[in-house]
């Protein structure tokens, strides 16, 4: 009797991760435990099965790798466990492949910092990170239950209601990323968690925060770019594309595709040609959304979806208040009418910058379900939105 085929793995080969005893005249595996082969009685040979070398380690006395969960293009996802305070543990370890250049090193280690220090509801917290004495290098995070984004959805169109609770969510995230300077570069649904708990409600969580600049290939790397986070493009900002400098606009622009797939089913650009996918991004206008999508949504979406940075919407905050907008007309459009505090004008700054520069001289307080700040001194008439900054 023979096994069934082994596993097909993404790149169309067969999985390696378990014994096949395999006939080498009628080329067919059987189940381990066979010495002959059913059809011709030849010996069959045992081939064993690639074992993963990491499963079983503990890494600097602390994290014990447990098992599989998955792969992607910067490395693998194991169940772990942390010794010290006996709780399960999601570790990436990166590609030894990404991990073996010292300026990628230097790089993946600051951003994991920086990472380690996002703590908001819709990111996965990461607890550690570092380099095991023989190079591996890891990043360890909460463990979430759940499904990926993208099984979540399975290329069907979503309500509208549905899809912008998603999409605020991750806007909530990035107003938080962001005003902290970190952008995460590679955000796509495969990097997006449905938690399973609370059941029915659709809580996210981000992952891979600054993972993608930190291992991107430099141009004098060994790794080239096709080995490594450049992945698919079907969610890249066309200024990522052209190998521009990329800014949080980056980020609005990735959540606009992935908001257009939400709605339609399929992202907005699509080619199975890399380059004429490239393209699209870079020149084709974006296609228009179906009759039903409001028209502020519609809009909000082809402004997300700019070609040029300066011409997208600018801030994560004005995604999700133009979301609330449109799918409750009634409720004030805008923190920009409120005058907290004796301030007379509001001024969104959409960005960390000015966040950063300023925070110290500032007085904060709550207003909505948003965090301000008020600054005597520099805009005595002006109340500053900075949205969840430090
Ligand atoms: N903290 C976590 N808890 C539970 N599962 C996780 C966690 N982080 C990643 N995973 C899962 O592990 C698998 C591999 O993730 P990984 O990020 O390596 O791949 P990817 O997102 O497909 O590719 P990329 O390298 O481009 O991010 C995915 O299915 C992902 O959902
Ligand atoms: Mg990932």
Known sequence: MSIEPPPTLPDGSASSDREE???????????????RCPNDGAKLILLGANKDSVIGRVFENRYEVRSKLGAGGMGTVYRGWQLSVDREVAIKVIDPR??????????FLREARLASRLSQPNIVNVYDFGQTEDGILYLVMELLKGRTLAHEQHGEPWALKRAAGVVSQLCDALESAHAQGIIHRDLKPGNIIVLDDPPGRDLIKVLDFGLAKSLAAEPH?????????????????PEQIDGKASDQRGDLYAVGCMFFELLVGHPPFQDANMHALMARHMSEPPPALPAHVPDPI??????????????????????????????DPNAPSAPNIVRPHGATTVV?????????????????FEYGRRTWRWCPTMFPNRCIDLINSP
């Open 221 to 237: 790397s060994r790794v080239t770019k096709t080995d490594t986070v450049l992945g698919t493009p079907l969610y890249m900002p």
């Open 98 to 107: 990404l991990a073996s250049d010292r300026v990628t090193v230097k790089r």
């Open 298 to 327: 519609a809009k909000l979406i082809h402004r997300m979806l700019a070609k040029m940075p300066e011409m997208r919407v600018q801030s994560a905050g004005e995604v999700r208040r133009t979301i609330q907008a449109a799918l």
């Open 348 to 364: 969104d700054t959409g960005g960390a910058t000015v966040a950063s520069s300023i925070s110290s001289l500032t007085q904060k």
């Open 21 to 35: 005893a395999f006939c080498s005249a009628c080329g067919q595996s059987f189940a381990p435990d066979l010495e």
